[in-house]
């Protein structure tokens, strides 16, 4: 039975291969490789890739094929080498490691192949990287919270990834700025990974053996809305809720709306409830940008070698809640959906762009532009 | 069946020239002649599907990067034979490209080939030293070791170097990249062929005799007079020269450093090996198949590339093209599969015959002088005491405990609020419900000998699901927990029909079920899991009913439940009979083929429920969520006291298992230590408490 599904499965996928490759025979071939898709972040950005490349101006230009590598840089080397031998133009890149891919993506260039990177770094000068300055996202967080606290009290940290460049910029610029305020006390660091799951489970483990009237604000990489919500679980009420720095996700977004805004398909803890918040993130447009950016160096013009993208912060003075979530609306500055529209809250919703007209809620949530 | 094995191979050794041993050699090769076959026949394809023709250019870069994981899987594969298992694998590459990234000088291009390989060897052979000391001479079970030698190399590596970064000498990849000889022969397989070669000599050495012998039946092999130990603390080392090797080449390939690159490695080792027709528990199979199954995975990337599969359909796609890879090799007269077909035709046929055994007259047949109600034996020996009657179980569940109470001091030490704070207590049993509800059902899969690896995407499927249908709507849950636990039961029941009725390794079909799961989730979620956990569920996980989280009374049940299950009902003797011998227990009458699937079903249950609680813990389910559980479910269960290779442990030990490590976590969490210093305190309190669990001598 097993073979058998496996040979229809490859007929039917060698019929799909015909029939496409005849017919983009015209448009470049642009190759989008990711990393690991196990997570939302990673699922999104690439949604508002493919978004791009549905989108008018590029759905007649390009051919794009998305392709995961796995956790496994060794594949990821690999895959883009098939690519290139595949006839790549350009390939977009969500790389493993900032300095596994060096030696392939060298062999890519030198080859005409455009590589260009998002979110995360490839340091082989070749590459085109489009990121935030993850150094900038730590230190103006940090500069917020130590200023809601008056440069005085307990702080608990909870970290990304232990090992990777991102982790290690964000908390080293965070740590420096902390450093310079005597009494700011780091009191508790977790490791969080970036998974609200993770940061539920290493505050509570942080929480067994202090209560959250020691703590005076917290600074994290993902894990604002768990907290808050937790302090509501513990009895806090909203008006005691600690400063959080964070992330940028849709549920911490909303908890930072004054809590008598009207919004639909709420229900505790993904509520208004004027959370006092910076909210910052790696928005996940970045995987869209880097495409358009490819496709404007195969039209030969000129890109940056590194892209910083504006750091998306938004703070209870900036959040503004969105009706509809088109990229019309998102340009006059709203920054949180409506539950009813994106029902978990740990969606990142820092997708709006300049850059990328059209590319709204609809691009980030299914891969479809805006009408 | 074991013993006669390790007969064959000595005999092997001594008279491979003869021409009548050569049929059987090749028989027992099989494994490694069809790695070799699915290799071509991939390549054929993608040659046949790409639209250009396969340069040299792309063979070389093929085998290049398939080499790393040859390497690291080709010492995993002696260890294996040997009867052991090795999850350092991985860290090791880490560590060795650190060490090399972190102190190469800059400056020099020019650094010496020779010098650097050697001390990245003698690194991996360092560490693969520390393996089996323990291993080894203390007699202590190689999951549990080399699991925290994975976390202590992990916590070196980020000491080594914090992030990616660091320099390797463009000589290295120059030697190790380039061509032996330009155009024709590129330097990564002269390696590989060399090291096949190598393995030709060395298995034909007293040694290689030695390590099929002890990996086939530990006991044999020591009463013929193999020093068992020696040979099992040599198998430890020369692995980890050969993750070393690995190191250094993903150093070459590279240019630099990363302190994770070669964790990520870890399933794909195992995958290599045992499409390579290793067999795992020891033995039987060899190193030269893993280097095609090393190949193997390298060109499913091509393959997935060419044919254009979209990227959620990748891991499912991966997974069934594992299966089919070594169910090929099953393809024989005496495969369980084909074996299982006869056996299927053999009942239809005799059922139609009317000879069937259920079909017999139910009337007792037993002769006329067994006693019917046997009243001799009413008067039962009075019971030893307790101690003595559970001494077996204590020696192995106690440890578990006592280190969870050192734990628990040491928190009281550093951080105060321990005794008499009963928040401490709370968070502590809500946080081990995750991992005592695992350890019942990997417990109950490694009772029977075998692994579960589909637990994260298990967990992940099933919150994703319920997050989904639930919509934070608490009367939802009446239908949606039964039919998320449907759903898992399901893929437990496919777990445990590829082990069974296919008769493919565990590993590797819970390896693929994990892709599987993982591709289903992305599909069900289009990448974006949606929903939320309803209130009720909330409330459960993180509320309170008399002071105490409701999920609280569940554990308890849960426990007392898993207790009975393994403890007192035929279905758990029935698990404990397969993890000690599955022919002992198929004579005796138990179906085993049923036990097993249930176990796996059992399995997928408890990683459902593990899913449920999650999401209702988090409040929202999220793809990855089920990653950090994998190895920590098959942790607890041998801190726990249960033997790897089946037939031992008590569902309680587990527990304790569970409770200590999540004590410890909090501990340290609760420190302000960096993450490698934990990593490194983690390791080795596992380590520490594993020490008491060691074998008896033979």
């Known amino acids: 039975m097993k073979p058998f599904m496996k040979a229809s499965l490859l007929a039917l996928s060698v019929a799909c291969a015909l029939t496409t490759g005849a017919r983009a025979a015209e448009k470049q071939q642009v190759y989008l490789s990711m990393s690991y898709i196990g997570n939302d972040w990673q699922a999104e950005a690439a949604n508002m890739v493919k978004a791009l490349a549905a989108s008018k101006g590029y759905a007649d230009k390009i051919d794009l094929k998305v392709q995961v590598a796995g956790p496994n840089a060794q594949r990821q080397i690999q895959q883009i080498n098939a690519m290139v031998q595949a006839g790549a133009k350009a390939i977009v890149v969500y790389p493993i490691s900032p300095t596994a891919l060096n030696q392939v993506v060298k062999a890519a260039c030198a080859k005409g192949v455009k590589i260009i990177a998002y979110d995360a770094e490839i340091t082989e000068p070749c590459a085109y990287n489009v990121t935030i300055d993850q150094a900038?996202?730590?230190?103006?967080?940090?500069?917020?919270?130590?200023?809601?606290?008056?440069?005085?009290?307990?702080?608990?940290?909870?970290?990304?990834?232990?090992?990777?460049?991102?982790?290690?910029?964000?908390?080293?610029?965070?740590?420096?700025?902390?450093?310079?305020?005597?009494?700011i006390k780091i009191v508790g660091e977790a490791v969080g990974m970036w998974s609200q799951a993770v940061a539920r489970t290493e505050l509570s483990k942080l929480l067994s053996t202090r209560k959250w009237d020691d703590i005076n604000g917290m600074w994290m990489q993902v894990g604002c809305f768990t907290a808050n919500s937790m302090q509501i679980e513990a009895g806090k009420t909203p008006e005691q809720l600690l400063p959080c720095a964070g992330e940028g996700s849709n549920g911490g977004r909303i908890q930072m709306l004054p809590a008598d805004t009207k919004i639909d398909g709420a229900s505790s803890p993904y509520v208004p409830m004027g959370a006092p918040r910076i909210s910052y993130a790696s928005p996940p447009y970045s995987g869209a940008l880097a495409l358009k950016l490819a496709v404007d160096l195969i039209e030969g013009?000129?890109?940056?070698?590194?892209?910083?993208?504006?750091l998306p912060l938004v703070t209870n003075e900036t959040i503004k809640l969105c009706q509809t979530g088109e990229w019309e609306e998102l340009k006059n500055g709203c920054n949180v959906f409506q539950p009813a529209l994106v029902s978990n809250p740990g969606w990142f919703a820092s997708i709006y762009s300049s850059e990328l007209p059209g590319l709204g809620l609809q691009a980030a949530l299914v891969g479809q532009p805006d009408e | 069946m074991n013993v006669s094995l390790s007969t064959d191979t000595v005999a092997n050794g001594v008279n491979s020239r003869m021409p009548a041993v050569f049929g059987r050699s090749i028989r027992r090769a099989r494994g490694m002649v069809v790695a070799i076959i699915v290799f071509f026949g991939l390549m054929l394809l993608q040659a046949f599907i790409s639209p250009g023709p396969i340069s040299y250019f792309d063979m070389s870069?093929?085998?290049?990067?398939?080499?790393?994981?040859?390497?690291?899987?080709?010492?995993?594969?002696?260890?294996?034979?040997?009867?052991?298992?090795?999850?350092?694998?991985?860290?090791?590459?880490?560590?060795?490209?650190?060490?090399?990234?972190?102190?190469?000088?800059?400056?020099?291009?020019?650094?010496?080939?020779?010098?650097?390989?050697?001390?990245?060897?003698?690194?991996?052979?360092?560490?693969?030293?520390?393996?089996?000391?323990?291993?080894?001479?203390?007699?202590?079970?190689?999951?549990?070791?080399?699991?925290?030698?994975?976390?202590?190399?992990?916590?070196?590596?980020?000491?080594?170097?914090?992030?990616?970064?660091?320099?390797?000498s463009p000589s290295l990849g120059t030697f190790y990249m380039g061509d032996?000889?330009?155009?024709?022969?590129?330097?990564?397989?002269?390696?590989?062929?060399?090291?096949?070669?190598?393995w030709g000599w060395l298995k034909r050495t007293p040694y290689g005799v030695a390590l099929y012998a002890v990996g086939s039946d530990r006991a044999s092999a020591a009463a013929v007079g193999v020093r068992v130990p020696l040979v099992r603390f040599a198998t430890y080392v020369l692995a980890g020269g050969f993750y070393g090797m690995a190191g250094v080449f993903v150093s070459a390939q590279t240019g630099s450093g990363d302190p994770t690159v070669?964790?990520?490695?870890?399933?794909?080792?195992?995958?290599?090996?045992?499409?390579?027709?290793?067999?795992?528990?020891?033995g039987k199979g060899g190193p030269v198949g893993t280097i095609f199954g090393a190949l193997v995975l390298m060109i499913i990337v091509n393959i997935l590339l060419a044919l254009n599969v979209s990227a959620y359909f990748s891991t499912i796609a991966e997974g069934i093209v594992l299966i089919c890879a070594v169910l090929l090799s099953s393809v024989s007269r005496h495969s369980v599969f084909t074996e299982q077909i006869k056996g299927a035709a053999a009942t239809i046929s005799a059922w139609r015959a009317g000879n069937l055994v259920s079909q017999r007259e139910q009337t007792d047949r037993r002769?006329?002088?067994?006693?019917?109600?046997?009243?001799?034996?009413?008067?039962?020996?009075?019971?030893?005491?307790?101690?003595?009657?559970?001494?077996?179980?204590?020696?192995?569940?106690?440890?578990?405990?006592?280190?969870?109470?050192?734990?628990?001091?040491?928190?009281?030490?550093?951080?105060?609020?321990?005794?008499?704070?009963?928040?401490?207590?709370n968070s502590l049993l809500v946080l081990s419900t995750f991992l005592a509800i695992l350890a019942l059902g990997q417990g109950s899969v490694i009772l029977t000998g075998g692994l579960d690896l589909s637990v994260?995407?298990?967990?992940?499927?099933?919150?994703?699901?319920?997050?989904?249908?639930?919509?934070?709507?608490?009367a939802a849950l009446i239908y949606a927990v039964p039919m998320v636990l449907a759903m898992a039961a399901l893929f437990g029941f496919l777990n445990g029909f590829g082990v069974v009725v296919l008769g493919l390794s565990p590993i590797l079909v819970t390896l693929a079920m994990n892709g599987i799961l993982q591709g289903i989730a992305l599909l069900y979620s289009n990448g974006t899991p949606s929903g939320f956990a309803s209130s009720g569920l909330r409330w459960f996980m993180?509320?309170?009913?008399?002071?105490?989280?409701?999920?609280?009374?569940?554990?308890?049940?849960?426990?007392?439940?898993g207790v009975l299950l393994l403890g007192r009902t035929t279905f758990g003797r029935r698990v404990y009979a397969l993890g000690n011998s599955v022919d002992a227990a198929r004579l005796s009458g138990v179906r085993t083929g049923r036990v097993t699937i249930l176990v796996y079903m059992l399995s997928a249950v408890c990683a459902g429920v593990v899913g449920i609680l999650l999401t209702g813990f988090s409040g929202q389910a999220s793809l990855g969520m089920g990653d950090d559980y994998l190895l920590p479910s098959i942790a607890v269960v041998v801190v726990g006291g249960a033997l790897i290779t089946g037939g031992r442990g008590h569902y309680l030990g587990m527990v304790g298992g569970a409770l200590l490590l999540t004590a410890l976590q909090t501990l340290l969490a609760g420190t302000s230590l960096p993450y490698a210093f934990r990593a490194i305190i983690f390791g080795c309190v596992v380590l520490a408490a594993v020490v008491a669990l060691r074998e008896r001598t033979n």
């Open chain 1, 301 to 310: 013009k000129d890109v940056p070698q590194h892209t910083t993208l504006p």
């Open chain 2, 61 to 168: 870069f093929l085998i290049s990067g398939a080499t790393p994981l040859a390497l690291a899987a080709f010492g995993q594969t002696l260890v294996i034979l040997s009867g052991g298992f090795d999850l350092s694998a991985g860290a090791v590459i880490s560590l060795v490209n650190a060490v090399l990234a972190a102190n190469m000088d800059p400056a020099d291009m020019e650094a010496s080939v020779l010098v650097w390989t050697l001390v990245g060897i003698a690194t991996g052979m360092g560490v693969g030293a520390f393996n089996g000391l323990f291993i080894a001479i203390f007699r202590l079970q190689p999951i549990v070791v080399t699991l925290s030698t994975m976390f202590i190399i992990q916590g070196i590596t980020l000491l080594v170097l914090n992030q990616p970064g660091g320099f390797v």
């Open chain 2, 542 to 561: 993180t509320g309170h009913l008399l002071g105490v989280t409701p999920v609280i009374y569940a554990l308890v049940l849960f426990v007392a439940g």
């Open chain 2, 262 to 282: 070669g964790n990520p490695l870890l399933l794909s080792i195992f995958a290599a090996v045992v499409i390579g027709g290793t067999r795992l528990g020891g």
């Open chain 2, 180 to 198: 032996a000889i330009p155009e024709f022969l590129p330097s990564a397989l002269l390696l590989l062929a060399a090291l096949a070669l190598g």
């Open chain 1, 136 to 183: 900038e996202a730590g230190r103006k967080t940090a500069e917020w919270l130590v200023d809601k606290l008056g440069g005085k009290g307990n702080v608990v940290m909870v970290t990304g990834v232990p090992g990777t460049s991102v982790d290690t910029a964000r908390t080293a610029a965070a740590k420096e700025v902390f450093a310079k305020h005597p009494d």
């Open chain 2, 367 to 425: 002769l006329a002088f067994v006693t019917r109600s046997n009243p001799s034996v009413a008067e039962p020996a009075a019971r030893p005491a307790f101690l003595k009657q559970h001494a077996e179980t204590l020696r192995y569940a106690v440890p578990a405990y006592a280190c969870l109470v050192l734990v628990l001091i040491a928190t009281q030490l550093v951080l105060g609020s321990v005794f008499g704070n009963w928040n401490y207590w």
């Open chain 2, 456 to 474: 994260p995407w298990m967990i992940g499927l099933s919150g994703v699901m319920l997050a989904g249908v639930v919509q934070g709507s608490d």
